[in-house]
């Protein structure tokens, strides 16, 4: 089994920034990917950004590229996630998502909440 621990979230203005990191322990042995999704109320949950464990190759969503950064490190198990420049329609449940083996690990969630 696969733990995940997420901490970072809150309330911000717009234009301002968070940092969301994750912290994966457990039987983490063969990861192939560490990423965000999201889930604002009334929709469904969607991809943000996940990171090659063993590349450090990155991907985004189309609506945050140029903002939000991830990044990991590998000798802690952890992963994160740098997001400058927030909108209100950043507002949701991010969630920490790992792949470990083919397999999907999910953390509990934290709220992000952007105010105009």
């Known amino acids: 089994q696969v733990q995940l621990v997420e901490s970072g979230g809150g309330l911000v203005q717009a234009g301002g920034s968070l940092r969301l990191s994750c912290a994966a322990s457990?039987?983490?042995?063969?990861?192939?990917?560490m990423g965000w999704f999201r889930q604002a109320p009334g929709k469904e949950r969607e991809f943000v950004a996940r990171?090659?464990?063993?590349?450090?190759?990155?991907y985004y969503v189309d609506s945050v590229k140029g903002r939000f950064t991830i990044s990991r490190d590998k000798d802690k198990n952890t992963v994160s996630l740098q997001m400058n420049s927030l909108k209100p329609e950043d507002t949701a449940v991010y969630y920490c998502?790992?792949?470990?083996?083919?397999?999907?690990?999910w953390g509990q969630g934290t709220q992000v909440t952007v105010s105009s």
């Open positions: 990171i090659n464990w063993r590349s450090g190759s990155t």
């Open positions: 998502n790992i792949r470990v083996q083919g397999f999907d690990y």
């Open positions: 457990g039987r983490t042995f063969g990861t192939n990917t």
